[in-house]
């Protein structure tokens, strides 16, 4: 019996983790307090003052294959370019956090 219970935890653990959108697990609001501390002096309304082609709306993350958490965060991380690295300035946590607040602007169209 103890077999078959444990059996079903591990099946209903495995399925609830296996349906958690990476963009679910992220504070969307805590993003948006992050972001405008640390980027939108060159993000506001997700433009770009350091080159005005690459935007934060979504169809410019779409142009540049960026519109991904994974890419975000990436780029948020490491920098490029014009961009400086936000690593030790911000936690992992945090990053993801912020990420996920352009992603969810950028599918409002930043309104």
């Known amino acids: 019996m103890n077999k078959i219970l444990s059996l079903i935890?591990?099946?209903?653990?495995l399925l609830s983790f296996s349906f958690t959108?990476?963009?679910l697990a992220a504070?969307?609001?805590q993003g948006g307090a992050i972001f405008s501390a640390n980027c939108?002096?060159?993000?506001?309304?997700?433009?770009?003052?350091v080159n005005a082609a690459k935007t934060l709306q979504k169809e410019d993350l779409e142009k540049y294959d960026m519109y991904s958490l994974?890419?975000?965060?990436?780029?948020?991380?490491?920098?490029?370019a014009a961009?400086?690295?936000f690593k030790g300035r911000l936690d992992a946590?945090?990053?993801?956090d912020v990420a996920s607040y352009v992603l969810a602007?950028?599918?409002?169209?930043?309104?």
């Open 9 to 13: 935890l591990l099946l209903i653990t």
């Open 21 to 23: 959108s990476p963009v």
């Open 70 to 80: 994974e890419k975000i965060v990436s780029q948020v991380t490491n920098g490029k």
């Open 40 to 49: 939108a002096s060159c993000h506001l309304g997700g433009r770009n003052v």
């Open 27 to 29: 504070d969307v609001a």
């Open 83 to 85: 961009m400086p690295s």
């Open 93 to 96: 946590q945090q990053i993801e």
């Open 105 to 111: 602007q950028a599918e409002k169209g930043w309104n």
